[in-house]
Every structure is written in structure tokens, then in C-alpha cells.
């Protein structure tokens, strides 16, 4: 009857230890995906009240004009990045064989200046609404600025009235079919469902700037061995692929780098931005010649708070009972070969829980290493279960060495796979 009734005992914690593994694994499968869920933050909100901004029919004939005492744009060296005279509330949406600015290739080169023409690049993020691990992308909103200068178009501030003309949406996108531009795309862009509103500023010494508020979704290469304790790098390439590196030359002087930042306000829930960063890079093209990219890389770190629990939780529910079956508590063999068989199909469920709600999760990955420790220690225990920890092979050994080697081993084991993990996920939270 002693012997029935602690087979019985394991039976329930068995099926408690079960339940509340299946219960956590189904938990956190359905539950709200924490680490891409974003807020789609406001930012900027007087660019749409602006009164300077050209009404959507305005035509080129009539450009909005500023007060000839006001100083040119840009001119001052401010800090305070430059908005587009667009309102928010104008969409315009571009498809794959549209050239969502009008760009004219017939406009020919400037003649008379100095080469390469340095064409400055600016850009200011207003906002990320979502960060996609499973397709590798992420959407945002952000105001970019390109400068040049071409003499052909430097007026007379007494004719004109003003040192600077301005042109919004429609009278943008037709202004720029007359003038030359340095054709400059977003090479990571997905067009579908982009939406691009220009403004434009002539100045009266022929400097021009284009300012374009892009809305879309854009393609960028995700490292997740970290997860959940990884940082991103949202990619924003820039190139013009037309005019090689001995006609323009993509640059960033100290305005530039003024006008380009993140709204402070910016919030993406599970994410915490890290700022921005710029690189000047050269791609060859197809007939050789020699084109200017440059990469503007957002920096954003995951917070891992919330994965922590949905991951160690359940995975250490799984192990808790029969590690105590075995290395603690005096149970015979085959209530323990029980618990570990419940602790193995949990765990197998766990794995297969998380591989379906994190699809692009590596072999890799923290969590992978994690779950293959865990079957490691599952086979370790289960083997000394049948070899050391068992009285009917234990007692054909000299009895002085496996009482100090079950001695030994009830503390190295889960220790140390308790060390192994600690260690391997501090290293990589710390990135050590």
C-alpha cells in the first residue's frame, strides 16, 4: 500500500505540472505580440497649420511668397529642423511605375559649376508605427531634406519681392518637371502604399531645397540571435541612379546634421529609441561607373521586460517537479521516470508554442539555446534517474563512491544548469 501510494502522488503532481505547462505554453501563444505592437505617435502637428502652406490647387504661376526682410532658410545655422509646407492630411500614393515626384530626366545638367555638386542630405523621423521581425520590415513617418545649389535658377530679390519662393504638393511636384534634380531614390522603400508630399524652396543665390514627407514601409535586415535582449538597426538607404559619383556627391555638412534627428516624443511600445546615425557609402553599378548611397540607420533597442516572464516562466514550471522528484526528495524510480515524461512532452509543446508565435527565431537565437539546454538537462536527468539515483543498480557498485557522487551530483547538476543559464543570458543582454 506505501509503495501504491506514492505512485499515486506522482500521478497528480504529474498532472498538475502538465496543466499548468500547457496552460502558460497556450497563454503566451495567443497573448498580444508585445515587441511589435507600436504607437502611432503624433509628431509635428503645426506643419499642418501652417499659413504659409500652399493650397493643394495652387499652381506654379502663383508660388507663395515669404517677406523679403525675413532671412533665408537655413542660412542661420538653427538647430530647429526644417518642416515641409504640406499638410498631413494630403495623401498622395505612389505605385511601382510612378514617380511620385514628376521628376523630368530632360532637364539638363548644370553647366558652369564645379563638380561633383555636393547635394546635402538631411532626416528627421516623426514616427515608427510598427517593427516587423517576421517579414524583415518596419513603418514610419519622417521628414527628408535635400539641398543643392543651381545657379540657373538665382533671381533678383527686388523683382521678386522675396529672397525665397515656395512651392507645396501639386505646385512642388510641377516645379520640379522644369528644374534640374540629383533624381535621388529610396532604395529599401516598398511602394505599395507609400505616400510622398514634396515641398520646395528656391532661394534667391539658386540654392533649392526639397523636402519630402514620406509614409511607408520600408525593408531592413533584423538580427534576432539576441531576442529579447536585442538592439535593431532601421535601415533608410538613399541613392541616385543616375548620376554617378563624379556628377553629385551625397553630403552632410553640420546643418545637415542639425536638421536630422528623432522627434522627442517619438514612442514605439517595447522598443526604446536609441538615435540616428549616418553612413557614406559607393556602389558600382552595371556599367561600372561609381554611385553615392547614403545609409541613414535608426537605432532602437527591445525592452525585454515583458518576454522575460512570458519565456522563463513556463519554461522552468516545466522542470521545477521532477528535478525535485530526482535530486531532492526520496521518490522511487518509476514515479520519476513519470515526472520527467511529463516534463519532456510540456517542454517539446512549449518549443513548438513559441516556434509558431516567433517564426523567424533562429537556431541561434537566446530562446533556441535556452529550450535545447533544457532538453539537455531533461536527458541528463533521466539518465542518472536509471543509473546512480537507482537503488537496484547503485547497490551492484561500491556504495561509499555513489553515495559521494549522488552527494556530488543532487547539487552540480540543476546548479550548474541553472549557472549555465544565468551566464549565457547575461552575456548577451550585456553583449559581452
Not at 337 to 348: C, E, H, K, M, Q
Request: net charge neutral.
Amino acid at each position: 500500500m506505501r509503495r501504491l501510494w506514492k505512485f499515486s502522488l506522482s500521478h497528480i503532481l504529474t498532472i498538475f505540472l502538465l496543466c499548468i505547462s500547457f496552460t502558460f505554453a497556450t497563454y503566451i501563444g495567443v497573448g498580444a505580440n508585445i515587441a511589435t505592437t507600436a504607437i502611432f505617435a503624433q509628431s509635428n502637428p503645426e506643419a499642418t497649420n501652417n499659413p504659409t502652406t500652399p493650397a493643394p490647387n495652387q499652381s506654379v504661376a502663383n508660388p507663395t511668397v515669404t517677406d523679403a526682410a525675413k532671412p533665408p532658410a537655413n542660412k542661420d545655422g538653427s538647430a530647429n529642423p526644417t518642416k515641409p509646407p504640406v499638410k498631413d492630411n494630403v495623401k498622395k500614393t505612389t505605385t511601382p511605375d510612378e514617380n511620385p515626384l514628376g521628376m523630368n530626366n530632360l532637364v539638363p545638367f548644370p553647366s558652369n559649376v564645379a563638380l561633383p555638386i555636393n547635394v546635402g542630405v538631411a532626416l528627421f523621423v516623426n514616427n515608427i508605427s510598427k517593427i516587423n521581425e517576421a517579414s524583415n520590415t518596419f513603418e514610419s513617418q519622417f521628414d527628408l531634406r535635400y539641398n543643392w545649389k543651381d545657379p540657373r535658377l538665382a533671381f533678383d530679390t527686388g523683382e521678386m519681392g522675396t529672397n525665397r519662393l515656395e512651392f507645396g504638393q501639386e505646385a512642388a511636384v510641377a516645379k520640379l518637371a522644369t528644374i534640374w534634380n540629383p533624381q535621388i531614390k529610396i532604395t529599401n522603400i516598398i511602394e505599395k502604399d507609400a505616400q510622398i508630399v514634396p515641398g520646395l524652396f528656391i532661394h534667391y543665390d539658386g540654392e533649392v531645397e526639397l523636402i519630402q514627407r514620406v509614409k511607408a514601409t520600408f525593408e531592413t535586415k533584423l538580427n534576432l540571435d539576441a531576442f529579447p535582449f536585442d538592439s535593431q538597426s532601421l535601415l533608410v538607404a538613399m541613392l541616385s541612379s543616375k548620376y554617378n559619383s563624379n556628377q553629385i556627391a551625397l553630403t552632410q555638412d553640420q546643418n545637415d546634421l542639425n536638421e536630422s534627428g528623432l522627434d522627442p516624443d517619438l514612442k514605439v511600445n517595447g522598443w526604446k529609441p536609441q538615435g540616428i546615425s549616418f553612413k557614406m557609402t559607393q556602389l558600382r553599378a552595371w556599367n561600372g561607373a561609381f554611385l553615392r548611397q547614403i545609409e541613414a540607420r535608426v537605432g532602437m533597442k527591445r525592452i525585454p521586460n515583458a518576454i522575460l516572464g512570458s519565456i522563463f516562466t513556463p519554461f522552468f514550471l516545466t522542470l521545477i517537479v521532477p528535478t525535485i522528484f530526482t535530486f531532492f526528495a526520496n521518490v522511487d524510480l518509476a514515479p520519476r521516470l513519470v515526472a520527467w515524461s511529463g516534463s519532456i512532452l510540456a517542454l517539446v509543446a512549449l518549443t513548438f508554442t513559441f516556434s509558431v508565435r516567433y517564426p523567424w527565431l533562429g537556431s541561434n537565437s537566446l530562446v533556441s539555446q535556452i529550450f535545447t539546454a533544457g532538453h539537455a538537462f531533461q536527458l541528463i536527468s533521466v539518465l542518472l534517474s536509471i543509473t546512480l539515483f537507482n537503488p537496484d543498480v547503485a547497490k551492484k557498485m561500491d556504495r561509499f563512491i555513489v553515495a559521494e557522487l549522488v552527494s556530488y551530483l543532487r547539487w552540480l547538476v540543476p546548479v550548474g544548469f541553472l549557472g549555465v543559464l544565468i551566464t549565457k543570458s547575461l552575456l548577451t543582454a550585456f553583449d559581452w
